[in-house]
């Protein structure tokens, strides 16, 4: 049970005071019942290595939280530096990826081509916490290579790792 709220406590210069930690940005692809979609997201964690656990945290408030929820497979993708319109277009355009976009034969989660590293997940607990969802994947398979990779710090994109490594 949570504590109630402390009318003090700004909410607004909290979550500008959260932009402060810099993120990298992953974004989520699934088979849902309303079609392959992907969101952007960078709540996005390692949990544990034995077994590996990782973790992300969804709006409750999302259009996309039924079909996230429901979800038992999903692919987080780590994107590179040049996927900006790609994490735009997750977050606030066309979230449905029509079938040109990943190989719609199997039955994997839909696979975004470019990403730095994409980690194919089996969910494995979802936790309802506050205004999110917190869903644990187990890792079943993954797939890197080297690159930039695009950040996310105080609303704003950037860029790390120049060289690639
Ligand atoms: C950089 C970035 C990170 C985001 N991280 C999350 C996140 O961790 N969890 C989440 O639910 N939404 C996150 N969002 C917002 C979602 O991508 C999406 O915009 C939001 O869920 C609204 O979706 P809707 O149009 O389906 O309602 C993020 C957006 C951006 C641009």
Do not use: Q
């Amino acid at each position: 049970m949570s504590p109630p709220p402390d009318p003090s406590f700004d909410i607004t210069a909290y979550r500008r005071a959260l932009g402060g930690f810099a993120t990298g940005v992953c974004v989520v692809t699934a088979h849902t019942a309303e079609g392959p979609f992907g969101i952007t997201v960078n709540s996005f964690t390692s949990v544990s290595l034995r077994p590996p656990l990782v973790l992300w945290c969804l709006d409750r408030a999302s259009d996309r939280h039924n079909a996230f929820a429901a979800a038992d497979r999903f692919a987080i993708h780590m994107l590179p530096a040049e996927d900006r319109e790609m994490s735009d277009r997750f977050a606030w355009g066309v979230c449905r990826l029509s079938s040109e976009e990943f190989d719609s034969s199997s039955i994997e989660p839909p696979r975004l081509m470019n990403a730095l590293t994409r980690l194919d997940c089996v969910a494995n607990d979802r936790i309802v916490m506050g205004d999110h969802l917190t869903i644990v994947g187990a890792v079943r398979r993954f797939e890197t290579r080297p690159g930039a990779a695009l950040t996310y710090y105080r609303g704003t994109y950037g860029v790390v790792g120049e060289s690639g490594e």
